[in-house]
């Protein structure tokens, strides 16, 4: 067979390599299958992005593929061109890009996918039937024409099904576990939509723009217009996708959604093995119209005929990866809308003032829902904690409101944005904290497993108690988390059942739904860290107290405000959704700071407009565009060094520089940020990568991260 010529990109750490390298074969390969090549002195795996018949590369210098992985392929080409443009805006390898988009068990780095694998029985046509005995008769009778051998063995022996595989009538198969779409459920009727609802759906089907933002207040039936929205899709035979910004929120939308459409349904979230999840991707390359619900990583499924997108809660940091490459999932989803040539809704009842900008400005649509759908507004009060005595953290005014609701049977939220038992340990000698020894930040205490924690890189050490810098045992623990909190609450509260739901009690597979369903049914106060504000839709809730939000605003990060009033604004919205008035109990030491008085009045175009003006005075985003660059290295000296070094080469482009400032540690690194302003996004990008290409030839054994855009500014 005549060879033919294929463009391989190698996986390679080095963006220098970032490119396609000419390969032969004498065997045909589609491009978007992976293959095994020899790359220098090395064997490397790659992905084919082409075929070409006038390579560029003298044919003699052209090496052969050693092995083709695929036999068809695991990325098309609507995918490949999403991976070179993210690569492209953050400023990374592009086979690190596809690395990210792929499962686990598909990525360029793994020859063979793992599977999951299950025994079925299936009965067998025979000429003639043997004579069996009653039991053995009955048995064969009652089995299904194929079932789960596991669900065999629930009505029936071993040995009776053993006896009827000998006699030829049952046959045993191991197959590939199917981890398809959900259960279907009874379908619920659809509420007739409000006028306000009706006027933003028909805004959004009127739009003439790609991307449209649907800012409605909490409670006011955004879901609701979702579904009208992704019915029209369904329609026409397209396939809709829903990012939702958290796991703890798809088993509520997993049981509207399958609950309301007869299409299957498909949940994608990391909680999914490696096999369930290389399963659910196989299955949507040829599945027909359906709804996918999935977290960040699901925009990079394979649907062919995508007809909607849709993203809750869209102004939330979890959409954008914190490591490397650090994309965001809204720019992923705005190129696939345009590939699709579907619409993307942003929706939030706090959207970003990013988007929120967009959107005045007309670059995106803009579809408003300003009033609750059922309930009332929450009632917010501010607790001056300068005024009045706290018990365990809580004000006198938040005990009693929450005895009120225990008395009245009615749920409660209390919202502390810190997860852990005493966050931190502090020498009463020498004050100094107990520190990560490779990132040298403050660690917590977890009482549950008697150990400290950094939050920063997961590393764990045993509980100690005597003072490594000064030998002291007067160690006292400083701080509130959720742990103790929890704890505490039950001595105050006395036989409440409290759930606790942040990162340490959602570690397992299924454990957000589970603690969700036992607040449900029994549950009287909901406990836990920000992800408890996020779109939960529980109509018995009439009270949330928010705990913590001072240590919000108080962060040296221009965003700070932002987040603190998208935190306290949505974890309000978790309150009086049903028939029952809400209230809303914010204790801070600052009670006239502007973001808690635009709460208080439920006031996001206010906060925005006053938002906006700082932003405006310190020259922030939305009004440039920017990017931190970290250079990281042991000796703090020689990071600082070549900081200063590379602010000197993107002042000479015309950039804005703010920095070096040191940072944390990571990983026994000094590190030290550089913050990068301009007003071309263009242009901002370009300059990083000629940095990025320049510092890999003159690095002085530095290393660099580079964060376009980024969500939060590292400390």
């Known amino acids: 067979m005549p060879e033919s010529y294929y463009e391989v990109m190698v996986e390679h750490p080095t963006i220098a390599l970032s490119k396609t390298f000419t390969?032969?074969?004498?065997?045909?390969?589609?491009?978007g299958c992976r293959v095994f090549v020899p790359f220098g002195r090395q064997k490397l795996t790659g992905l084919v992005m082409a075929q070409t018949d006038q390579p560029e590369t003298p044919k003699e210098k052209i090496k052969?593929?050693?092995?083709i992985l695929d036999d068809k392929p695991v990325l098309d080409g609507e995918q490949m061109e999403l991976a070179r443009q993210l690569a492209h805006q953050t400023i990374s390898p592009m086979m690190a890009m596809i690395h990210c988009m792929l499962p686990k068990a598909l990525d360029a780095r793994t020859a063979k996918p793992g599977f999951s694998y299950a025994l079925w029985v299936k009965k067998c046509c025979l000429k003639q039937m043997p004579s069996l005995s009653a039991a053995l008769q009955e048995t064969y009778d009652n089995l299904p024409e194929e079932c789960l051998l596991k669900e065999a063995k629930e009505q029936f022996s071993d040995y009776r099904i053993n006896a009827l595989v000998k006699q030829g009538l049952l046959e045993k198969e191991k197959r590939i576990i199917n981890h398809g779409t959900l259960p279907h459920r009874p379908q619920q009727p659809w509420p007739k939509l409000n006028a306000y609802q009706e006027n933003a759906l028909q805004a959004i089907r009127q739009s003439d723009k790609q991307t449209i933002l649907l800012?409605?207040?909490?409670?006011?039936?955004k879901t609701e217009v979702f579904f009208h929205l992704a019915k029209d899709a369904l329609k026409q035979n397209k396939q809709v996708l829903i990012l939702v910004p958290e796991i703890s929120l798809t088993p509520m939308m997993e049981e509207r959604i399958a609950s309301r459409f007869e299409v299957d349904v498909y949940a994608c979230h990391s909680r999914l093995s490696d096999s369930e999840m290389v399963s659910v991707w196989q299955n949507l390359t040829q599945a027909g119209p359906c709804i996918v619900i999935g977290t960040r990583k699901s925009v990079f499924l394979p649907l062919q005929n995508l007809g909607l997108i849709i993203m809750d809660e869209?102004?939330?940091t979890s959409y954008k990866q914190d490591h490397a490459p650090r994309y965001h999932a809204r720019d992923a989803a705005e190129l696939r809308a345009q590939a699709h040539g579907c619409k993307l809704v942003l929706a939030s009842a706090t959207p970003s003032l990013d988007s929120y900008a967009r959107a005045i400005k007309g670059v995106y649509g803009l579809a408003e829902i300003p009033k609750r759908a059922a309930g009332q507004d929450a009632r917010i009060r501010l607790v001056d904690l300068k005024r009045t005595q706290t018990y365990c953290n809580y004000s006198a005014d938040l005990i009693q409101a929450v005895l009120?609701?225990?008395?009245?049977?009615?749920?409660?939220m209390i919202l502390l944005n810190r997860r852990g038992y005493l966050p931190t340990v502090r020498c009463q000698s020498c004050h100094e904290y107990l520190r990560c020894e490779d990132c040298n930040v403050p660690l917590s205490y977890h009482k549950g497993e008697d150990a400290l924690v950094c939050h920063v890189c997961g590393r764990r050490y045993p509980m100690i108690h005597q003072c490594p810098n000064c030998g002291s045992t007067m160690l006292t623990h400083t701080g509130q988390g959720t742990e103790r909190l929890e704890e505490e609450s039950r001595s105050l509260f006395g036989k409440a059942s409290i759930i606790r739901m942040d990162h340490d009690t959602t570690k397992t597979k299924g454990a957000h739904g589970k603690l969700l369903s036992e607040f449900a049914a029994h549950g009287d106060i909901l406990m836990g860290t920000q992800m408890i504000a996020k779109g939960l839709d529980f109509h018995d809730i009439?009270?949330?107290?928010?705990l913590s939000i001072d240590s919000i605003l108080a962060r040296p990060d221009y965003l700070a405000s932002e987040r603190a009033y998208q935190l306290a604004e949505q974890a309000a919205g978790r309150s009086g959704r049903g028939d029952k008035p809400g209230e809303v109990i914010i204790q801070t030491f600052n009670p006239d700071h502007f973001v808690l008085q635009c709460i208080v009045r439920h006031a996001y175009k206010a906060f925005f407009t006053k938002e906006m003006k700082f932003r405006h005075a310190g020259n922030y985003p939305p009004y440039?565009?920017?990017?931190?660059?970290?250079?990281?290295?042991e000796d703090p000296n020689t990071a600082y060094k070549k900081a200063l070094e590379l602010k000197l080469i993107l002042?000479?482009?015309?950039?804005?520089?703010?920095g070096p400032a040191e940072i944390s540690q990571r990983t026994k690194q000094s590190r030290f940020r550089l913050i990068v302003k301009s007003k071309e996004d263009g242009h901002l990008i370009q300059s990083l990568w000629d940095l990025a290409l320049w510092f890999e030839k003159n690095a002085s054994k530095c290393k660099v991260d580079f964060n376009v855009h980024p969500m939060n500014l590292e400390e």
């Open 23 to 31: 390969y032969f074969s004498s065997k045909p390969v589609q491009p």
């Open 64 to 67: 052969e593929i050693l092995q």
């Open 215 to 221: 800012h409605g207040v909490t409670g006011s039936g």
């Open 314 to 316: 869209e102004h939330d």
């Open 404 to 412: 009120k609701r225990l008395a009245l049977e009615q749920k409660s």
């Open 542 to 546: 009439t009270l949330c107290g928010i």
């Open 624 to 633: 440039v565009y920017l990017a931190t660059v970290v250079i990281r290295h």
């Open 651 to 658: 002042e000479g482009k015309d950039l804005e520089v703010l």
